[in-house]
Nanobody
Framework: QVQLVESGGGLVQPGGSLRLSCVAS????????MEWHRQAPGKERELVAS???????DYSDSVRGRFFIRRDNPKNTVYLQMNNLKPEDTAVYYC?????????WGQGTQVTVSS
């Protein structure tokens, strides 16, 4: 059973930056496909960014150019650097790991963008 722990959320003003971290348990982290999702009240959970085992990164149109996903395999950690934050980015951000048929979710961390 893989456990994921997110951190780094908080309150930030529009235009500001935050870096989210997700630390995973497991002995084969480097083989996992890692993703960041977010869910705002009244909206479906959406994929924000992903990074696979060969370090290919993909982003949703709404965050491309502002958000950057990175993994540090020796630390079993994936990061989401969020720049030029907008109020529309306010959501609970969730870390997700996929390996073979398995899927694991973190508990989420709140990001609020407001003046």
């Amino acid at each position: 059973q893989v456990q994921l722990v997110e951190s780094g959320g908080g309150l930030v003003q529009p235009g500001g930056s935050l870096r989210l971290s997700c630390v995973a348990s497991g002995r084969i982290f480097s083989q996992y496909n890692m993703e960041w999702h977010r869910q705002a009240p009244g909206k479906e959970r959406e994929l924000v960014a992903s990074i696979n085992a060969i370090v290919r990164a993909d982003y949703s149109d709404s965050v491309r150019g502002r958000f950057f996903i990175r993994r540090d395999n020796p630390k079993n950690t994936v990061y989401l650097q969020m720049n030029n934050l907008k109020p529309e980015d306010t959501a609970v951000y969730y870390c997700k790991a996929r390996w073979r048929e398995n899927v694991w979710w973190g508990q989420g961390t709140q990001v609020t963008v407001s003046s």
